[in-house]
């Protein structure tokens, strides 16, 4: 059974800075595409990054050049540092993961975390 636990959540002012964990067990993590995804009150679940397993990785425009995704393989553990935070930021952010094919789309990703809500003041 597939388990993805979000971590690293919280509550931080414009400018600020968060990073945020998932802990992945009971996959081959080498095996998946892992992606980071955000929801916010009243709107679709939103692609924010995606690495593969050599660490090649995408964002989506908004965040490029403030947000940066990375993996540990050893630990079966993604990471989203998160910079120059804005209050558009605020949403419940999801780790997934996905087939070795698996891009920007939702649909593209089998197994969810339940998320962990990052807050930015403004």
């Known amino acids: 059974q597939v388990q993805l636990v979000e971590s690293g959540g919280g509550l931080v002012q414009a400018g600020g800075s968060l990073r945020l964990s998932c802990a992945a067990s009971?996959?081959?993590?080498?095996?998946?595409?892992m992606g980071w995804f955000r929801q916010a009150p009243g709107k679709e679940r939103e692609f924010v990054a995606r690495i593969d397993y050599d660490g090649n990785s995408d964002y989506t425009e908004s965040v490029k050049g403030r947000f940066t995704i990375s993996r540990d393989n050893a630990k079966n553990t993604i990471y989203l540092q998160m910079k120059s935070l804005k209050p558009e930021d605020t949403a419940v952010y999801h780790c997934a993961a996905g087939g070795l094919f698996a891009a920007m789309a939702p649909e593209q990703y089998t197994s969810w975390g339940q998320g962990t809500q990052v807050t930015v003041s403004g």
């Open positions: 009971g996959l081959t993590f080498s095996s998946y595409i």
